[in-house]
């Protein structure tokens, strides 16, 4: 009884819980025990063995769908955090839900598709690693009845900025940021800071001055990210084409896209 109360509880699960579960409620120490108790619910079809140490518990009803996508991907390593475009979507922001799910790990591993979904691990950003902060910014939320962690609203919007390629390109990240109504300001800057990267900084503080008349933001507030930009004008993607606009103030050019807001909609008559 005490297993099916795990599996009812561990939607989907690591070896490495089952193990300590195991360990701690059952008293049973050898790992032989722990993988012939997976293998046989494996064969009794209670369990789905997804890949190297990640299991899902197959539910009593006949469901297609039913294996939550953000609950996988955050069992993908042992400290998984959602990050990128699937914290924008987690947040309930995302202009545009995706098949790539997008966690932050300490080890980079290859990327894993599963039923049309892909799940690709990204490397924590070099100045978190070097301060041996790559915890800040996390939020832990219930999903399934199991934690997932995944990066704050403020982070997540300071780093699809600082990766747009991770966002999803420039205007579904717009479209996205456009959804956003509240967040710490303060807090978004400390981050910013901390990943002592120049460009991004100067993206930041040109988001923050475009956030529409109802939402404006503290012009000092802003300006504390000035003294941290480039002197020499950038980019704000490195693989940037198409017309662009100098924004002397940060040392940054647009693309006119972003400028004029004009995003190409589909064409009715072909809907």
């Known amino acids: 009884m005490k297993i099916k109360t795990f599996f009812e509880t561990h939607p989907i699960f690591r070896y490495e819980e089952f193990a300590a579960f195991m360990a701690s409620s059952c008293g049973t120490l050898r790992p032989e025990s722990w993988r012939q108790l997976l293998s046989y619910h494996q064969k009794a079809g209670n369990l789905i063995h997804i890949r190297k140490y990640i299991y899902a518990v197959k539910p009593m009803s006949n469901q297609e769908t039913w294996l939550d996508p953000y609950l996988l991907a955050s069992k993908m390593t042992t400290n998984a955090i959602l990050a990128y475009h699937t914290a924008l979507e987690l947040h309930g922001i995302a202009y545009t839900l995706f098949n790539e799910f997008t ?18 691990a990204i490397s924590q950003p070099k100045a978190l690693v070097m301060i041996n902060n790559t915890d800040y910014g996390v939020d832990v939320i219930k999903r399934g009845g199991m934690d997932i962690r995944l990066t704050c609203l403020e982070r997540t919007i300071v780093d699809t900025l600082d990766r747009p390629d991770l966002g999803g390109g420039w205007e579904e990240i717009w479209r996205s940021l456009g959804n956003v109504t509240t967040f710490d ?16 900084t100067a993206k930041v503080g040109f988001f923050l001055e ?3 008349a109802h939402l404006e ?19 704000m993607s490195r693989d940037q084409s198409g017309e662009g606009k100098y924004i002397k103030k940060w040392q940054l050019i647009v693309p006119i896209s972003i400028i004029n807001q004009t995003w190409e909609e589909p064409d009715a008559d072909n809907i």
């Not at 966690?103 to 690709?120: G, H, I, S, V």
């Not at 300001?185 to 991004?200: A, F, G, H, Q, W």
């Not at 012009?219 to 000035?226: D, H, P, S, Y």
């Open 103 to 120: 966690f932050l790990a300490a080890k980079q591993t290859l990327p894993f598709n599963y039923e049309m979904q892909r799940f690709r």
């Open 185 to 200: 300001v303060e807090k978004l800057i400390r981050y910013t800071l901390l990943l002592k990267n120049s460009t991004t």
């Open 210 to 212: 475009q956030r529409p």
């Open 217 to 235: 933001i503290d012009a000092q507030q802003i300006e504390k990210l000035l003294p941290h930009i480039s002197k020499q004008p950038h980019y």
